[in-house]
């Protein structure tokens, strides 16, 4: 317990730590930031550019604008972290699937390990700005009955891209982690293919899988924040980000509203991961693999 | 089969272990040995002379290149998928996410026994090797001998008739292992299986066996068969002067041949 609450004491004094270097930073750095030859390697301290964080702060309890019957901002910011939340939960959902089946596939037959991984690895390679246009026009394609492809769709499968990548490669790892010994035994037991799968192979990778599921909702959330702005879908917090910065120079603090709403889902699907890891401690007892 | 059943036989078999490079270990060669149901035999060589490779020929956990294995009249393969035996290695490789009690009840659990039967064997099994206080403990709560009195426990637990042990003592300090060597004769004693046991250590072999099987790297090869007739095993029979003549017998016969061939055996 007390290790517990000694790690929350410190997480508290590292964001402390953070907000002073920036009020620090902001008093005593130069208002045109630290320029060495022509590169600005310190950013500028003028309110525009570092608004205190306690105007930071305030600004979250005001509307979003100044139109009659907006919405505080951060119920605004609440609400686009949700959406994007959603969408990032299910890029996660399909990811860790076809991740988890990827790894299947090529831990059951070799030959399709040789085939498939070099494309696992170099799907990888491909950047995000680059397919997400690809992406969207494919399922601009797709009807099916009364079905209609969506753009938030679009966003989800380009937040799964990313986030397959960890589990194919953690869980292949995992699923072959097990000793001969071990699989000797189940096959002295004529066990099958798929009781050795949940038995032997599955439980013996969770330790491999956890990393990899952190891993992977933190690519879902960045690859979620990224595909709005490409794809252009309203609504989440990338599209906020965008349209908030345009206002930066009237309105400094409102600018990192939605980052920090990017932060707060970074922060919820790491905790959902871990609630994962808690329910599979059991797994885990031989300790994390190297 | 009429007076003396056979649980083993190997007959002439080879076995050549190819790597992809193409080059080839002569593991078997021309090996034959028959074990008589409800026998001891014990396994013993320098290492790399082939013993787990036998062992595991037995066990259809690698094929042969030559020759032909039977076990209890069937071929090892049709042996395994009828669970006809039990087997235990060096390292105890218990699953270390189950309780001892689960540990020992996998074999049942994959064979499709009832709870309410896995449950009854388990509560058998942790009583005859002194684990009952012990059955919701995890692995890493034991040490290494309670360990492999698990897996010992798990290779015993469809009561087979033949039990294929590989070094199961070999991780063991001096007495736990002489604690674990009466466990086993007694258990034998009690369930009759016939035991194909490596080992290498001398004085083990003679404790436990009926006959010592003495074998010779390079190709791998049985060079001599010693038997044993004692008419007890208990802590008297290590003190006995018929223990040491078989020790002595055994330990020639490693070193008759090549003197050298016998590193790699522990004369304890
Ligand atoms: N899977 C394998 N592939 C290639 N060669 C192998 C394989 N398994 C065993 N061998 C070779 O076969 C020979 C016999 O090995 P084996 O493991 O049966 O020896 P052993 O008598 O059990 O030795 P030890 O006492 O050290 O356990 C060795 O030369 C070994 O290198
Ligand atoms: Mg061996």
């Not at chain 1, 309890?61 to 019957?69: C, L, N, Y």
């Not at chain 2, 199961?168 to 063991?172: M, T």
């Given at each position: 317990m007390s290790k517990r609450a000694a790690a929350v004491l410190w997480g508290i004094a590292g964001v402390i730590a953070a907000l002073a270097i920036w009020e620090i930073y902001k008093a005593l750095g130069p208002d045109e930031g630290v320029v060495i030859g022509d590169v600005t390697v310190l950013p500028r301290t003028t309110d525009i550019a570092m608004p205190h964080t306690w105007d930071v702060l305030a600004r979250l309890?005001?509307?979003?604008?100044?139109?009659?019957?907006a919405d505080v901002l951060w119920w605004a910011v609440l609400q686009a972290a949700a959406f994007s939340l959603g969408i990032a939960a299910l890029g996660w959902l399909i990811g860790v699937t076809f991740g988890l089946g990827i790894a299947l596939l090529m831990q059951r037959w070799i030959t399709a390990e040789s085939a498939i991984l070099p494309w696992v690895v170099l799907s990888q390679t491909v950047p995000l700005i680059a397919i997400a246009p690809l992406v969207r026009r494919w399922g601009s394609e797709i009807t099916i009955g009364s079905f209609q492809w969506e753009n938030w769709m679009s966003v989800a499968v380009i937040a799964s891209y990313l986030a397959f990548f960890p589990v194919a490669v953690s869980a292949l790892r995992g699923l072959k982690s097990p000793p001969s010994a071990d699989t000797d035994l189940f096959r002295a037991y004529s066990a099958s293919w798929w009781t050795t799968l949940r038995k032997l192979r599955l439980p013996s990778s969770v330790p491999y899988l956890i990393p990899a599921l952190r891993l992977a909702a933190a690519n879902a959330v960045v690859g979620t924040v990224v595909a709005e702005v490409s794809i252009g879908l309203g609504g989440g917090i990338g599209r906020m980000i965008i349209e908030f910065a345009a206002t930066a120079s009237g309105d400094p603090a409102k600018t990192y509203a939605p980052i920090l709403g990017a932060v707060l889902i970074g922060l919820v699907s790491a905790g959902l991961v871990a609630l994962i890891g808690v329910g599979l401690r059991r797994y885990t007892r031989g300790g994390a693999p190297a | 089969m009429t007076a003396k059943p056979v649980a083993v036989t190997v007959t002439n078999v080879d076995k050549i272990f190819r790597s992809r490079k193409g080059a080839e270990v002569h593991a078997l060669s021309d090996v034959s040995l028959e074990v008589a149901a409800g026998e001891f035999i014990s396994l013993i060589g320098?290492?790399?002379?082939?013993k787990s490779t036998l062992m595991r020929l037995v066990a259809d956990l690698d094929g042969i290149t030559s020759g032909e294995i039977t076990v209890f009249g069937k071929t090892p393969e049709k042996a395994r998928k009828d669970q006809d035996y039990g087997i235990a290695f060096q390292q105890a490789g218990l699953l270390p996410w189950r309780s001892v009690r689960a540990n020992i009840e996998l074999p049942l659990e994959i064979h499709g026994w009832e709870p309410r039967d896995r449950k009854e064997r388990s509560d058998e099994l942790l009583e005859l090797i002194g684990l009952a206080d012990f059955a919701d403990h995890k692995p890493d709560q034991l040490s290494g001998g309670m360990k492999q009195r698990v897996a010992i426990a798990r290779s015993l637990a469809e009561r087979p008739r033949l039990l294929l042990m590989d070094e199961?003592?070999?991780?063991?300090d001096e007495i736990t292992r002489e604690h674990m060597q009466n466990e086993l004769v007694a258990l034998c004693q009690e369930t009759g299986a016939a035991v194909i046991f490596v080992t290498h250590s001398i004085p083990e072999a003679v404790f436990l066996s009926d006959r010592v099987v003495v074998m010779s790297p390079r190709p791998g090869r049985i060079t001599e068969v010693i038997d044993l007739d004692f008419s007890s095993r208990d802590e008297e029979l290590r003190e006995d002067a018929a223990f040491y003549e078989g020790v002595t017998a055994v330990r020639n016969a490693l070193h008759g041949g090549e003197t050298a061939g016998a590193r790699g055996v522990e004369n304890r």
């Open positions: 309890f005001e509307p979003v604008t100044r139109a009659a019957g | 320098p290492s790399g002379c082939g199961p003592f070999g991780a063991l």
